[in-house]
């Protein structure tokens, strides 16, 4: 059987006038379900043009990307569509709230199409959002605006929790308290979750460690022991 | 080096936001083409019809005057200061058989100087029979150059040759006039009021003893539009110049008319005088005529008799001739007799004398026989004395018996034996019978003696008696002698007699002769005088004849003849009256303003001018907060290179260049654009659709117009330039730090409307997105409300207007005025309507008729007069049939009522009339009769006093005349033609006119308007599709991360277009609703700009109107957010939610 996410081969280049740009370049590595990955690499790497690819943002220029058995790399816009709505959950670095909607409603955004959506107060509660429910993002701090952000994209109750740079906008304490609600999703929910980061400091608290650079996956580590996130120290 | 730099991004900025920058173009040139378009055509009329007056060079001024003009007022006139020529002209009106119908017609003189026409074909008239006719009329009348036209005068006792020379005209030429510049020839105080056509003739052809109006030009004025101020104030100082002299030129024509009149009067009343005494001669003349022939009559009779007579007497002459005649052969019968008489008498006379003669020589004879006898007796007697004796006696017998025996021997006897015998017979037997008798057989002797005597006596006795017989005979002979001496006598008398008789005779048959020769000749003067009678009969007859003529002539000549006098007394005395309330004349100075249709141009190019007002305003208000709201986005989306160069050092006016310049250049290029393609297109869209109307405006003038257009070019340029800079300036004020800084977002917004919990609570999720969103984005939501408020009243002022003219039609044509054909005839002839009602009825597809009576009388209320039609139906109870007398809003049916009128709803408001007040009806310019007005009727076509014939009767004083049947018929449209010509056919019918017919003549009028409306749903249109296009496109860039981030949470390109589309049908909506209120109120405002005195436009605009104008404004921003659709799905996640801004 083989891995809940398994990429293989995957490129991704774009054509700059004579130029061609290798943002991704025959990437393979598989996530298992349930897994806490981190994809680790510096900026321009290529990270994130990976995770688009994953989270059917975007599509790749060759290769494979099996999630839970599908193809993705083989979806059209309209299935990539649908994939993305009922299969991921995106947290982006500046959370991409919609300024005019309150943190509860950020939440039900996503659950108006959603097929089997978790309660949104609920999954606020689980955040520990419950008392700004009502709040704009804008009266939000940014820590609180990431847990409406992942809140969102947790209610969508996903197969794929993706994260691109979560904490980058974050001062070191609420990065570590959004990074240890991530953590704590994956293990509560079994939750599979990928998290793009160029800090290498954060790698010890996931299971798996992809680093890329230069567009190509330089390595894939397994970690036995993933550390538990109050432990860890950058 | 910097500066290149700076114009290649200035340059790459605007090829890279192509679709912004030709955005702020166009909307500006919309609003600038609009603005400038529609402004212009204001004055672009104004200059046309101007431009057009000045080439034919039309008066400036012109003067009229109750008593006319002499070329003296003339030549005065035309020395006044600012005038520069001055003509006198003659105007009269006068009727023409146009097909059957007394037409008015205008007949004006063709000025020298000034008015010049302008001619399509032929000539110009040159002969006092020539004239110059209405193309119009040309055209429609199907009259060709060559025709003639006949004219004559209104009243029967006017001849129109008191004021023409001639009264038949031949067509030389025809064209335009620029005096009428639509199809309106104005009205005239004659025929049915309405000038059909206008006809120009030589000033030769006019026999009129002043002018009538005298023309002016004023050179000094040629330049300024005759509609402006400049050119009416200079021409107000004209006027009081003419003004001033008018009162001493009045006074002098006033002494000249009423010393004219005076010896006109003197004049008339010798004619008149003439005129009876003729009458008088001629009534003498017949009476004398009259006694002629009574006496003429007299002697015919006379003559009768006569003839009776004479006829009488010749026939007793005749009768009295023929028994003359009987007479005279009576008389030859007689005398014929007489002479067989005399002749018998004659022969008688002989047989007389020979019987005479004869009984002489007898009685000698006897004589001598008688005394032989008496001889031979007395020789017997003596012998007888022998016998005597018994002796003698023997012997006797003895002897006697010898002699016996002898005789008896037969022996001859001897005389004596003989006579002896002889004797013995005589004597003896008649002795032996008387002795045997007596028985003696021996007698005695003197026996014997006595038988002898006895035997004697007798002979004796025989003797005896013949010499007394003898003596007798002799006695007779005497007197046979003496008779026939007598009878001699006689005969020589009856001779003498009968001679006496035939001559007699003879001179009777002369005497007849002659009376037959004078019976003849009197006979023949009979004939004669018979014949002369008969002549003399027959000439008297015709005379009588002639005489009755006469008198019948007279009889009905002098009827006439005494009308005419009276007439012309009555003339004369009114004449006289007239003469005498003359008035000094007056000048009336009238201008321009005194040309309808001019003025009517006027009035129009003001409406246009108030649309002008509005609309463009409308565009340029949009256009302008469009091009803010553009550039304002622009200026924000440049934020973090406004960052980049003020922290490189560039100066706020470097950097602020490039956003002013960018606006500046579009906004002038659109403004340039719009200036060229609006100052030419929509005055030419404008005027042409004006041009129908206006048929004889030759002259499209459409220069730009410079002082608006610049006006709207910088307005425009300012507009977006200001925006811009306001919106680069709050820029400017941060920080470059800050600028580099992703702006902060605007802040979500609870809306008011969660505050209504309950009702918040039911809401989708995605209907409060909605409204949060909607509320979010300010000025996007005005703009766009606006922008589709402003597309949505557009396109209802555009198709209310449609409603509204259209209107006209509809419900004048079907709901107010339900007959179907009116029949017109001449109502001069007050027993003309029932043969023409009865043959109405007996046509095929009638249904039900109505006599009218339709005349143009003004009415007057509150110091302002219309010209209104005067509607009085024969009977009321089916007036509703016919005519339907409405209130519009409520639909309540009006009657008509004795105590006062109905009055139509655009009289009543140009009027400022409510029911129960009083209007003023004006008949004959002079009759002010003031009525109560009982109700207002929808009316969208003239004006229409309504009123009983009752109440005709009771302010007029005279039935009314009828000169119409309205009918109701079966008959559609395609047999109608039939129809029409079955009607015309009806002895007396002049016209027919069908609804549908006035329906189509009116439906093309308008169609003029129709190009205005489309005009506008254009526009409203390119507006909407502009605004919404411009709006949509920067609330989608402003919105791009939103967009991207529902795109990667899944949103199908369906459902991220719904979220949008959701707040465009919100904004689409509000903006609709209030575009319906926006239009519902410019509609008002439009129409009541727009419409013209005669018409009243629908007043409401209908429900499909606005069903379209939604559908329309939907269809508009559906096809824009359709568009958008295309940029939504573009929008790349991947990118957008890259980079932070």
Partial sequence: MPAFVTLEDVSKTYRMGEMVIHAADKVSFEIEKGEFAVILGPSGAGKTTVLNILGGMDRPSGGRVWVDGQDVAQFGPRRLTQYRRDDIGFVFQFYNLVQNLTALENVELALQICKNPLDAGEVLREVGLEQRAGNFPARLSGGEQQRVSIARALAKNPKLLLCDEPTGALDYQTGKAILKLLQDTCRGRGMTVVVITHNSAIAPMADRIIEIKNGKCQRVRVNAQPLPVESIEW | MKRNARIKDFFREIRGSLNRYLSIMCIVMLGVAFYAGVRSAQPDMKLSVDKMYDDANMMDMRVLSTLGLTQEDVDFIAGIEGVTKAEGGYTAYALTDDNGRHSVVSVQSIARDMNRLDLHSGRLPEKADE?????????????????????????????????????????????????????????????????????????????????????????????????????????????????????????????????????????????????????????????????????????????????????????????????????????????????????????????????????????????????????????????????????????????????????????????????????????????????????????????????????????????????????????????????????????????????????????????????????????????????????????????????????????????????????????????????????????????????????????????????????????????????????????????????????????????????????????????????????????????????????????????????????????????????????????????????????????????????????????????????????????????????????????????????????????????????????????????????????????????????????????????????????????????????????????????????????????????????????????????????????????????????TPALYQLLYGEEPSYGMVLLRTDTDREGEGAMGEALLRIDGVTGVSFVSALEDQVADMMRSLDMVVWVLVISAGLLAFIVLYNLNNISIIERRRELATLKVLGFYDGEVAAYVYRENVWLTCIGIALGAVIGFFLHKFVIRTCEVDMIMFGQSIRFMSYVWSVALTFLFAIVVNLLMFFKLRKIDMVESLKSVE
């Fill in chain 2, 131 to 947: 004239c110059f006719l209405d193309q119009r009329y040309m055209d429609e009348a199907g009259i060709a150059l060559g025709d003639t036209i006949s004219l004559y005068s209104d009243q029967e006792d006017e001849d129109i040759l008191d004021t023409l020379r001639t009264s038949t005209f031949t067509v030389v030429g025809s064209g335009s006039y620029a005096w009428y510049l639509n199809f309106d020839r104005g009205t005239a105080p004659i025929g049915n009021g309405d000038v059909r056509f206008f006809m120009m003739v030589p000033p030769e052809a006019f026999s009129l003893s002043a002018y009538t109006v005298a023309y002016m030009t004023c050179d000094a004025v040629d330049g300024e539009i005759a509609y402006d101020s400049a050119y009416k104030d200079y021409i107000a100082g004209v006027t009081d110049r003419v003004e001033a002299i008018a009162g001493e030129r009045c006074a002098v024509r006033f002494a000249q008319v009423k010393r004219e009149g005076a010896d006109k009067i003197a004049d008339a009343r010798q004619e008149i005088a003439d005129g009876e005494q003729e009458l008088d001669d001629a009534k003498q003349e017949l009476s004398d005529a009259k006694i002629k022939l009574q006496d003429a009559a007299q002697e015919i009779a006379d003559g009768e008799a006569e003839i009776a007579d004479g006829e009488r007497e010749l026939a007793d002459a005749k009768a009295e001739v023929r028994r003359h005649e009987k007479e005279l052969a009576d008389g030859w019968a007689a005398l014929a007799d007489a002479k067989a008489q005399l002749e018998e008498a004659a022969q008688k006379i002989e047989e007389a004398e020979v019987e005479v003669v004869g009984g002489g020589s007898a009685i000698s004879n006897n004589r001598a026989a008688l005394g032989e006898k008496a001889s031979q007796f007395n020789a017997f007697a003596a012998q007888a004395e022998a016998l005597k004796t018994a002796e003698g006696y023997q012997n006797a017998q003895g002897n006697y018996e010898q002699l016996k025996a002898a005789q008896g021997a037969g022996l001859p006897l001897d005389e004596t034996q003989q006579a002896a015998l002889g004797f013995y017979d005589q004597i003896l037997p008649q002795m032996d019978g008387a002795l045997q008798q007596a028985g003696i057989a021996n007698p005695s002797d003197e026996m014997l003696g006595q038988v002898v005597d006895g035997a004697l006596q007798p002979t004796r006795d025989a003797i005896e008696s013949g010499y007394s017989q003898l003596h007798a005979a002799d006695k007779e002979v005497e007197r046979g002698r003496e008779a026939l001496e007598e009878a001699k006598r006689e005969y020589a008398e009856g001779e003498r007699e009968i001679a006496q008789n035939e001559q007699k005779l003879r001179d009777g048959q002369a005497e007849i002769d002659k009376a037959w020769r004078e019976i003849r000749i009197a006979e023949a003067d009979l004939a004669q005088g018979k014949r002369e009678l008969a002549d003399g009969k027959k000439e008297y007859e015709d005379a009588l004849k002639e005489y009755d003529e006469a008198q019948a002539e007279f009889d009905e000549k002098s009827a006439d003849a005494q009308a005419d006098i009276d007439q012309a007394k009555d003339k004369v005395a009114k004449a006289q009256q007239e003469l005498d309330d003359l008035k000094e004349p007056e000048w009336y100075v009238l201008d321009r303003e005194s040309i309808q249709s001019f003025v009517e141009y006027g009035l129009d190019t003001d409406r246009i001018g108030a649309i002008g007002q509005v609309f463009p305003a409308i565009f340029f208000l949009v256009a302008a907060l469009v091009s803010l709201t553009t550039m304002t986005r622009m200026v924000e989306e440049g934020r973090l290179q406004i960052g980049t160069m003020k922290a490189l050092g560039y100066t706020q006016t470097a950097i602020a260049g490039k956003y002013l310049g960018y606006a500046l250049s579009a906004s002038l290029a659109g403004s340039v654009l719009g200036i060229a393609l609006g100052s030419k297109l929509l005055p030419y869209v404008i005027l042409s659709a004006y041009g129908i109307l206006y048929d004889n405006m030759t002259v499209m003038l459409l220069p730009i117009q410079w002082d608006l257009s610049l006006f709207a070019l910088l307005i425009a340029v300012a507009c977006t330039v200001a925006a811009t800079y306001v919106a680069c300036y709050a820029e400017f004020r941060a920080t470059p730090a800050a600028l580099m800084r992703p702006a902060a977002p605007p802040q979500g917004k609870r809306v008011l409307l969660e505050r209504a919990t309950f009702l918040w609570k039911r809401m989708t999720f995605s209907q409060k997105a909605t409204f949060r969103n909607l509320f979010r984005y300010k000025k996007r939501f005005f703009m766009t409300v606006l922008g589709i408020g402003a597309c949505m009243g557009l396109l209802l002022v555009a198709f209310g207007l449609r409603n509204s003219i259209s209107e006209i039609v509809d419900k004048q044509y079907t709901a107010v005025w339900t007959y179907d054909t009116g029949v017109s005839f001449d109502d001069e002839d007050p027993d003309a309507l029932p043969g023409i009602r009865e043959d109405l009825q007996k046509t095929q597809g009638v249904r039900e008729l109505l006599a009218v009576k339709q005349t143009g009388i003004e009415a007057k209320a509150g110091g302002v007069t219309k010209q209104v039609n005067l509607f009085v139906p024969e009977v009321t109870d089916n007036l509703d049939d016919f005519v339907r007398l409405r209130d519009r809003r409520t639909g309540e049916r009006y009657a008509l009522e004795a105590e006062g009128v109905v009055i139509t709803e655009k009289l009543a408001r140009l009027l400022s009339l409510a029911v129960g007040d009083e209007i003023v009806l004006l008949r004959d310019e002079v009759q002010e009769t003031p009525v109560k007005v009982t109700a207002i009727a929808e009316n969208y076509l003239h004006h229409y006093v309504y009123m």
